[in-house]
């Protein structure tokens, strides 16, 4: 077990934590923490006290997976290791580099000073988990950068750099060189000096217009927040520390602390932050094949998926050579991207010096001998598989033996791709999503063939892309395009049985999703659904689909890029109006299909919505698609709206207990599209076992 060590140089004690990778405050890490202040203060050769950390972190907090075990509750607890830094008689320094995040931070507000590194980065990200800091945080921040500034930083969870934090108050100095050289040579002059012992505990919480900060705040939390208990709990432990003494802020943060680690959102939030990290451990990826190194990434088709991943490139600096067999497309595309950089410094998200690098970084041509030198090729020209055969024919005779090659599809059969290829080994899938310069997943294809080499590039090029990459195996939709057809199913037939269009959106809506299914696909374009169920009603008769949408299609209704679709849109505008229209056409396709209408509830439409996803899920994991659930609840968390405080469909499925989602399944086997729901073998299987997805 690694823990803290004690070194002495000089007349200055070390702590050092040491427990990989992160330093992470395990109740083992905390007691030889506590045992090494206690020593230090016996010890008369010791005048000061330096806390280090080892490694690649001062410290990223309390250790998570203690959360809900005995273990978390062993003392000393993290504000009782705080505590014990700032009770010593003898000056105590926090020495900061990289990584100072939640119970570190507080670790280090109980320090008396504080020294960083430039370019730590500095966070209470505890309500990211669904909590609040629970050692001290909540009260010390505000007293030492003020209760604006704290504010921010504990209900964003946001990090900032050492140095814009440095000016509020929290670090004495900001160290350039050696870390522990300097903080040692500050702590000496520290008790050369004589200097006090700065408490933060009996300072004042500085700032104006408290009443209004946290009225203003409370609001704006209940707007942006609905549906995560945690963040209105932060600005009432931060009004605690406005309002009460010390001591009494801190047991009202404890008791908040511990009534939000029960709660279900905390454990989903939990959840989603180890399934992220967990996607990126695949099987039978031998882990030291690191992937091609990037020097250049060469894009085809400039249309709405080549421009954004063009984008994303470039933002994290790499060189892209954009290319497009039409220039007027090309042109449009590069006329997008340079409007999006533009946005951007307008904005106040970038500035002009970053918008000449990343338009430096771009090269625009119709001349696909332009991509020669590329590392990777990604494809995206028209989703049709003859096209794409032949765009792959002429790259390969472009690259280099041992490029990589990627094709955006989002729906072609990634293996029937890679056959036509001479080297199918370097052939993978890289499904962006719409904004590929914006939404966080890429769903990496693993073809039959392709090489560990070829997907450990898509896994390191997710990382550089500050994506969450998820490997999957080649069916249909991959996994989530391929459950969104499941949900979409049942979106469609709620409205066939009676629902409206804007019940169903309200109802997920109000559940947490980020846009309901109809508002959804209105934006992405109603003909796209159109083409998928054209193709699938041949390949698959037996999934019935809803009539409407077709009917609605027909009319060239395809959504807001027609101004209409399930709903109506004013030129210019993303507002879905309701639209007597829509309402005509699913009337009279309801009515030709002679179904008799019911009223159905908002219970109903969420329940038949989130289960048909799990249940789907359930088959994609059977048939090894997937290569654990939690890789599911990250595609849905991350590219499709589905609430993070729920943690995803399949941890929501285990949530419910897996009997009670057979159960509701069942329920509906008696009705008119009642097998549209049945049970998936292995959701049956798991839950007769008494078993859960997630493992
Ligand atoms: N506890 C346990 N494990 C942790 C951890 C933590 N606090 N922080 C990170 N880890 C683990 C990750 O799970 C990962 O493990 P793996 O290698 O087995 O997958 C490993 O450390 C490395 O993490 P990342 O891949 O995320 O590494 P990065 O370098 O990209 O990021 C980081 C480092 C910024 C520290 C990031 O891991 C992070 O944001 N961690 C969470 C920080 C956090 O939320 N702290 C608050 C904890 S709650 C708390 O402190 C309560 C207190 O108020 C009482
Ligand atoms: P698009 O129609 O906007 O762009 C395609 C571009 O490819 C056009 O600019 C066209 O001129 C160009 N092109 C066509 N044939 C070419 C060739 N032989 N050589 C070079 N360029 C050629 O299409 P979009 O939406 O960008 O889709 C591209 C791919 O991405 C498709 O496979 C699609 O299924 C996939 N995709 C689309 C998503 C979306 O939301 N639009 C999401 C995820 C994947």
Known sequence: ???????????????????????????????????????????????????????????????????????????????????????????VIAAIHKVAMGGGLELALGCHYRVASPGASIALPEVKLGILPGAGGTQRLPRAVGAKAALDMIVSGEPMTSQAIAPLGLFEQIIEGDLLEGAVAFARQIADRGMPLRRLREEPVRGENLSDLIASTREQVARQWRGYPAPARCVDAVEAAIKLPFDEGIRFERKTF???????????????????????????LDPSV??????????????????????????????????????????????????????????????????????????????????????????????????????????????????????????????????????????????FF????????????????????????????????????????????????????????QAYLLVEE????????????????????????????QDIGWAIRKRLSVEHPEKPYAQWPDRLCEAGRFGQKTGAGVYRYEPGSRDALPDPEADRLIAASVRAQGIAQRVVGAAEIVERCVLALANEGARILDEGIAAR????????????????YRGGPMWHADAMGLDSVVERLQSYATTRMGQTLSPAPLLVQRAAAGHRFNT
Not at 629 to 644: H, K, L, M, N, Q
Request: aromatic content about 4%.
């Open 258 to 284: 511990l009534e939000l680690v029960e709660t279900a959102e905390s454990r989903a939030l939990r959840h989603a932050f180890f399934a992220e990290r967990a996607a990126s451990k695949v099987p039978r």
């Open 498 to 525: 009676g629902a409206t269009p804007r019940a169903v959106d309200e109802a997920l809506e109000a559940w947490g999703f980020a846009m309901g299914p109809f508002r959804m696909m209105d934006m992405a374009g």
């Open 1 to 91: 077990m690694t823990i803290a060590h004690l070194d002495h140089h000089g007349d200055v004690a070390v702590i050092t934590l040491d427990n990989p990778p992160v330093n992470a405050l395990s109740h083992a890490h905390r007691t030889s923490i506590v045992n090494h202040l206690k020593a230090a203060e016996a010890d008369p050769a010791v005048r000061a006290i330096v806390l280090i950390g080892a490694g690649d972190a001062f410290c990223g907090g309390a250790e998570i997976r203690e959360f809900n075990t005995p273990a978390a509750l062993a003392e000393p607890i993290t504000r009782q290791v705080a505590e014990t830094a700032e009770g010593l008689g003898k000056p």
């Open 434 to 489: 719409s904004p590929a310069n914006v939404m966080r997943l890429l769903e990496i294809v693993r073809g039959r063939a392709t090489s560990d080499d070829a997907l450990a590039t898509g896994l390191a090029l997710a990382r550089r892309l500050r994506k969450v990459g998820v490997v999957c195996g080649v069916c249909d939709g991959f996994i989530g395009n391929r459950m969104l057809e499941e949900y979409l199913r």
């Open 290 to 431: 690191r992937g091609h190194r990037l020097d250049t990434v060469a894009v085809i088709g400039a249309g709405t998926m080549g421009s954004g991943i063009a984008i994303a490139l470039a933002n994290a600096g790499l060189p892209v050579v954009l290319t497009d067999s039409d220039a007027a497309s090309l042109a449009r595309g590069r006329a997008h991207i340079e409007r999006a950089w533009t946005t951007a410094v307008e904005r106040g998200r970038l500035d002009p010096a970053g918008q000449a690098r990343r338009l430096a970084l771009l090269t625009t041509t119709t001349e696909l001998a332009a991509i020669a030198s590329a590392d990777l090729v990604i494809e995206a020209v028209y989703e049709d598989m003859a096209v794409k055969k032949a765009v792959f024919e002429r790259i390969e005779a472009h690259v280099r033996a041992d490029t990589i090659l990627a094709t955006n599809t989002s729906s072609l059969d990634v293996d029937a791709i890679a056959a036509a290829s001479s080297n199918p080994a370097r052939i993978l899938g890289l499904h």
């Open 629 to 644: 659930a939690s890789d599911i609840d990250v595609v849905y968390v991350t590219g499709y709206g589905f609430p993070r």
